[in-house]
């Protein structure tokens, strides 16, 4: 099929931005494949994987913005291409009210704001992170792709300096009560969370809501913050900035096993806070009784779910403690299996969603592999055929170079779930759809075809394929979490309430 590309020259829109847009130009009639992105080397790899590759293209510098499409015809893909700059150019009018600069410095000269938000590919972030924290900004770096040693040397000014640097590769931040990127709307109140992961910070800031708590601040602090390499730096002054903050009541620390020195730093510090702290490394064995000089101040749990619940009491409201039990008929699903189905299969799209599922079903059996795991043993490598029960996270960086994060554009994770519904070791999948500011406008209706295709193909083999979903958000979110629920379940889709209970009653449902 013919391709056909269009380059601006010094034209510039940051990543999101470019990822929604090949989104939306993705859907329209006719295209087969279509890629927006900057000249950047990164991007031009893309757009050569995917066979849409012009020596105008080739040609392109980082400060040109790239049109690529293939559509049926000559003629589909000019109307494509003048498609594209109709829809950027709405997309700019419905931002007339922000006014566009060429620089940073420019943007920070002419506003009073005390945090930048950085997203731009990777190796330009740090150079962007810098001017920012010179002009004693705060700094998010939506971006990924930075390397250990530069987040190194930026949180080690920002530290010295009193400022904060979120990420990189942070994908969510509450801060006096403004959600930026993938967070979500929440109730403000007496919570203050620092989180080293992303949907992690995401799931218990919703759990907070439904327990009918809020957040006072949620600071987002990368991946990688607790690291040996990184040593808890932002994590650690995080802590402190929520110890002065009157509003917060109760301090919630989220993070994936950390190294066991820092997490040694982050609990001596936190002992030293006059409030009450809720340490959630999920996954990780911390219990209160681990060690007896745990100040009183310290209540520990190893998912997001647990970690809710005790801030919400802490904070000093009621709490349901039991476990939620749902009404599905296990009996029955367990006998309807063919004998070829032996595995469960998640394929989602927070990582920090996919290691609680993970750790859920670890502690039940050994047969789990998931590309998130840490161990060799359990690691699912990337382009690998799903083996025993397998989990994959579609958002991990190796999926997300030069292309939209699936919480942006389902299409990889969307072929995924169909490749693994059609595996007839398959029994029982995993999806998760993630709400909040910056993810796709309609998550479940961008997957309904691919999931009814799952059934039908289950169905064609004589197989019974069951589907459990979790959707991470709330009714005020703008995609609103009631009525992406009922397009589930009007595709047959079980719904649970939370990350744990999605693994627990996968659990349940498998063959006895």
């Given at each position: 099929m ?27 009639p ?11 080397a ?82 330009y972030?740090?150079?962007?992170t810098?001017?920012a ?7 998010m ?85 607790l ?36 997490a ?40 997001t779910?647990?970690a ?8 000093g ?16 699903i367990?006998?309807?299996?063919a ?11 927070g ?13 039940a059996?050994?047969?789990?592999v998931?590309?998130?795991?840490k ?30 994060h ?36 309609d ?6 075809d ?60 498998m063959?006895?």
């Amino acid at each position: 099929m013919p391709v056909q590309t269009k380059i601006l020259s010094g034209v510039y829109a940051d990543s999101m931005t470019l990822m929604a847009l090949s989104t939306k130009v993705n859907k329209l009639p006719g295209v087969q494949k279509a890629m927006i992105g900057m000249g950047t080397a990164m991007n031009k790899a893309v757009i050569s994987d995917v066979g849409l590759m012009t020596p105008e293209v080739e040609a392109a510098s980082t400060s040109d913005m790239i049109y690529a499409v293939e559509c049926e015809t000559e003629e589909m893909c000019a109307e494509v291409l003048a498609k594209i700059d109709e829809l950027r150019t709405a997309s700019v009018a419905d931002q007339s009210q922000e006014k566009s600069y060429r620089s940073l410095n420019k943007a920070i000269e002419d506003n009073d704001s005390s945090l930048v938000v950085i997203s731009v590919p990777g190796e330009y972030a740090a150079n962007e992170t810098r001017k920012a924290l010179e002009q004693d900004k705060n700094v998010m770096i939506f971006s990924d792709n930075v390397t250990v040693e530069d987040e190194l040397a930026l949180k080690q000014f920002a530290h010295e300096k009193g400022l904060l640097v979120m990420g990189p590769d942070c994908g969510t931040a509450i801060i006096n009560n403004v959600g930026l990127c993938f967070a979500n709307a929440v109730s403000d109140g007496s919570v203050g969370v620092v989180a080293a992961s992303g949907t992690g910070a995401q799931e218990l800031s919703v759990q907070v809501d439904a327990l009918g708590g809020g957040i006072s601040q949620l600071i987002g602090v990368g991946g990688r913050d607790l690291s040996e390499e990184i040593g808890g730096i932002m994590m650690i002054d995080g802590l402190n900035m929520l110890a002065q903050d009157d509003q917060t009541k109760v301090i919630v620390l989220v993070s994936k096993p950390p190294a066991e020195s820092v997490a040694n730093n982050v609990l001596e510090v936190a002992k030293g806070i006059d409030k009450p702290v809720v340490v959630c490394f999920i996954g990780d064995g911390s219990t209160e009784s681990d060690s007896t000089e745990n100040s009183a101040n310290l209540h520990f749990t190893n998912n997001t779910l647990e970690a809710a619940k005790k801030a919400v009491q802490a904070a000093g409201l009621s709490v349901d403690t039991d476990t939620k039990s749902y009404d599905f008929d296990y009996e029955k699903i367990n006998a309807s299996f063919a004998k070829s189905q032996k595995f469960i299969r998640g394929i989602f799209c927070g990582g920090t969603i996919c290691d609680e599922v993970f750790y859920v079903l670890k502690h039940a059996t050994d047969n789990v592999v998931s590309n998130v795991a840490k161990n060799a043993k359990d690691q699912l490598e990337i382009g690998a055929t799903s083996h025993d029960h397998a989990l994959l996270d579609m958002g991990s960086d190796e999926f997300t170079s030069g292309r939209p994060h699936p919480m942006i554009d389902p299409t990889a994770r969307n072929a995924r779930l169909v490749k693994e519904a059609q595996d007839p070791e398959t029994a029982v999948l995993l999806l998760d759809f993630v709400l909040g500011y910056g993810s796709n406008d309609d998550p479940v209706g961008a997957a309904a075809d691919s999931i009814k295709q799952a059934y039908t193909d289950a169905k064609k083999d004589k197989r019974s394929l069951q589907i459990i979903a979790y959707v991470l958000g709330t009714d005020r979110d703008p995609q609103g979490k009631k009525g992406q629920i009922d397009q589930l379940k009007d595709l047959g889709v079980h719904v649970v309430d939370s990350v744990v209970d999605m693994g627990n009653v996968a659990l349940k449902m498998m063959p006895k």
